[in-house]
């Protein structure tokens, strides 16, 4: 079976950046799976006024399934592919089986059975003010923004989901400082994931 750690936090926190350096240069031994491809699609809804960032917006019975046959290797394992400027699935990809799977996103954790179906819940902890400053500059570098979009979506939707996220914090099993750099914990992070592979006989 695989191992299966779920990375949460809220967002902007830094959980996309952590499982990109947990996974570095091991890339045929770990994958990521991210809550974004699991999106339902905002429908007739205006884009602008959809809450993307509502438990209701994700297919959570999908990412359970996802996640069992990660733990299990099962394949083959469809993974949504979720075009975010469609606001719609396009089609479906396969994931290769693993030994590590990185489950990460900033609210599907809120649901219960998605935290009991990994094995580990990593929290990156970020102070919100820290937090919407480094989703502002990404928001517009990444998503081509403007300081307006990503302000008013905040207030709306984003800030309401980053207090329930706060909540999952205590239920989490390893906590994980960045407001500055978290790059030794990833490293310490790294050496634990190797050795607990090492103790399941992955190796």
Same mark, same amino acid.
């Given at each position: 079976m695989a191992l299966v750690i779920g990375v949460t936090g809220i967002s902007g926190s830094g959980k996309s950046r952590l499982c990109s350096l947990l996974a570095e240069g091991k890339e045929d031994r770990i994958t990521v799976l991210c809550q974004d491809s699991f999106?339902?699609?905002?429908?007739?809804i205006d884009p602008d006024v959809y809450?993307?960032?509502?438990? $209701?917006?994700?297919d959570l019975e999908s990412i359970i399934l996802? &996640?069992?046959?990660? @733990?299990n290797k099962q394949q083959p394992n469809e993974i949504p592919v979720y075009d975010h400027a469609q606001h719609k699935r396009v089609g479906y990809r396969n994931l290769a089986p693993t030994d590590v +799977?990185? +489950?990460?996103?900033? =609210?599907m954790f809120q649901d219960a059975a998605i *935290? /009991?179906? +990994? /094995?580990?819940l990593l929290f990156v902890?970020? /102070? =919100?003010d820290i937090a919407i400053v480094r989703r502002l500059k990404r928001d517009i570098a990444e998503r081509a923004r403007n300081v307006n979009e990503v302000t008013? *979506?905040? =207030? *709306?939707? +984003? *800030?309401?989901? $980053?207090?329930?996220?706060?909540? &999952?914090r205590e239920k989490a099993d390893f906590i994980i400082p960045n407001n500055k750099s978290f790059t030794n914990a990833a490293n310490l992070l790294s050496s634990? &994931? /190797?050795?607990?592979?090492?103790? @399941?006989g992955a190796n």
């Open positions: 999106y339902n699609g905002c429908g007739s809450n993307f960032d509502d438990l $209701s917006s994700l996802a &996640i069992h046959n990660c @733990k +799977v990185l +489950v990460e996103g900033h =609210m *935290r /009991d179906a +990994v /094995d580990y902890d970020t /102070d =919100m008013s *979506r905040y =207030m *709306r939707h +984003v *800030r309401q989901a $980053s207090l329930k996220t706060l909540d &999952i634990y &994931i /190797d050795s607990l592979l090492y103790k @399941k």
